[in-house]
Structures are given as structure tokens and as C-alpha cells.
């Protein structure tokens, strides 16, 4: 069974920033492609960053590429998403996800097959 555990929200003010966590349980993480999605209340999940099982290739949604950063430390089987910049529109439950299969640009949620449980990130202005 595989696992994703998402951390680091919280409650911050517009313009600071944030570090989440994705731990991924041994020792399938090296084979899976990771992303980061969020939804706010009333809004479909939204796609925001991914990168390839390598580290090798990110791209991310154009309402945060200026902002968001998406990294992976295989040594930690771990995925993280460093949040800049932080605006109230930000504020949602952050989730990771895994998928086994690439597909360029693809920005739908569909193909992952792992889901973290969430955690919430509140930006007050």
C-alpha cells in the first residue's frame, strides 16, 4: 500500500511563505511522477506543479510558475512545494499525488493514482 502524508500548512499572512511536504512510504517513491494539486471551497482541484520520477522536468500551472516551486529529495522520499509570495486566493487544502505514468504538459488529476489526505493552507490578508 502506498502512503502520501502531506505537511507544513497553516495559517500565514498574504506575502509570506510556505514549505509542504509530501512523504511517500518506501520504497516505491523513486518510481512514481509527483504533483501538487489544491481546492479550495465550492472549486474543482486544481492542478498546480509536477515533476518527473528523475526530478529532471517540472512544469506547473500558469497561476503560480512565478511563485511556486516543486522539488523532490529522493533520500528522504519526499516531495515538497515551496510557496512564495502567498495571496488569500492561495487558501485551500493542498494535496500530492503520484501517478507511474508521463504524460507532457499533463495538467489533469486524473492519471494519479495515489492521493495524500490534504493539508489546509489559509493565507489572511
Known amino acids: 500500500q502506498v502512503q502520501l502524508v502531506e505537511s507544513g500548512g497553516g495559517l500565514v499572512q498574504a506575502g509570506d511563505s510556505l514549505r509542504l511536504s509530501c512523504a511517500v512510504s518506501r520504497p516505491t517513491f523513486s518510481i512514481f511522477h509527483m504533483g501538487w494539486f489544491r481546492q479550495a471551497p465550492g472549486k474543482e482541484r486544481e492542478f498546480l506543479a509536477f515533476?518527473?520520477?528523475?526530478?529532471?522536468?517540472?512544469y506547473y500551472a500558469d497561476s503560480v510558475k512565478e511563485r511556486f516551486t516543486i522539488s523532490r529529495d529522493s533520500a528522504r522520499n519526499t516531495v515538497y512545494l515551496k510557496m512564495n509570495m502567498l495571496k488569500p486566493e492561495d487558501t485551500a487544502v493542498y494535496y500530492c499525488?503520484?501517478?507511474?505514468?508521463?504524460?507532457?504538459?499533463?495538467?489533469?488529476?486524473?492519471?494519479?493514482?495515489?492521493w495524500g489526505q490534504g493539508t489546509q493552507v489559509t493565507v489572511s490578508s
Open positions: 499525488a503520484a501517478k507511474t505514468t508521463y504524460t507532457p504538459n499533463d495538467y489533469s488529476a486524473t492519471p494519479y493514482n495515489y
Open positions: 515533476i518527473s520520477k528523475s526530478g529532471g522536468i517540472t
